[in-house]
């Protein structure tokens, strides 16, 4: 059974250019979650999602993200018109309905 | 404020000693909380969940302590290795739906 699987694991980005970031979960769960580690910051939620459904997004910027989980292929985290700030590395973690999560290896964001 | 905080300063033991890091949350009354493991540049790994009526839960060298009074879970690492040498993260989940709020971690440094 593959673990989480993420990519690009890097992508560069020119300021005002688009990133899309994908995620594949574990086989058999349902529930996906992002992440943002700053450089030298500790994990930070942005949304929850399950299939077909945003869950919680509370964690999210108001404008230029957004996340997706449709019913076939992977979640997708967007971010639009990227900036320096968003240079972090982003993870999705998936669970099964239950507690414990597992991370992919991340996508790290350089944004020039 | 709500807030969960771990040791910001690095922790540096000697091979075989034992390695305990602190985790405290303030205005939180979660069901359980989790510690992860995390080495540069991959994703956390998960280690232990404990929940709120479990005082104690050990696997391994690994021994986990939650403490709802105090608002506060202890991590331990007996006889530790230098492979132990990483970034403990503990979490807890603020509304019982997955969503997981970090710690900043505490690094860990064993030496041989």
């Known amino acids: 059974n593959a673990g989480v699987m993420q990519n690009p694991r890097h992508l560069v980005r020119r300021r005002g250019q688009e990133a899309r970031l994908r995620c594949s979960p574990m086989?058999?769960?349902?529930?996906v979650y992002w992440y943002r580690q700053l450089p030298e910051e500790g994990l930070k939620f942005m949304v929850y999602?399950?299939?077909?459904?945003?869950?919680?997004e509370s964690g999210m910027p108001k404008e230029r993200f957004s996340a997706e989980f449709p019913k076939e292929g992977p979640s997708i985290l967007r971010i639009q018109q990227v900036v320096r700030g968003d240079s972090a590395a982003y993870f999705c973690?998936?669970?099964?309905?239950?507690?414990?999560?597992?991370f992919g290896p991340g996508t790290r964001l350089t944004v020039l | 404020s709500q807030k969960i905080e771990q040791n910001s300063e690095a922790l540096n033991i000697q091979e075989g000693k034992t390695a305990t890091l602190t985790c405290n949350y303030t205005?939180?009354?979660?069901?359980?909380l989790q510690w992860y493991r995390q080495d540069p540049g991959r994703g956390p790994v998960f280690l232990l969940l404990?929940?709120?009526?479990?005082k104690e839960k050990r696997k391994e060298r690994l021994k986990v302590t939650f403490d709802t009074t105090l608002k506060q879970s202890l991590f331990h690492i007996t006889a530790s290795q230098p492979a132990d040498s990483a970034t403990y993260l503990c979490?807890?989940?603020?509304?019982?739906?997955?969503?997981?709020?970090f710690g900043q971690g505490t690094t860990l440094q064993v030496k041989p």
């Open positions: 205005n939180y009354s979660p069901a359980y």
């Open positions: 404990i929940r709120e009526n479990e």
């Open positions: 979490a807890l989940d603020s509304s019982n739906t997955g969503k997981l709020i």
């Open positions: 999602l399950q299939k077909e459904n945003i869950i919680d």
């Open positions: 086989k058999g769960h349902s529930h």
């Open positions: 973690a998936s669970s099964p309905p239950a507690f414990e999560q597992f």
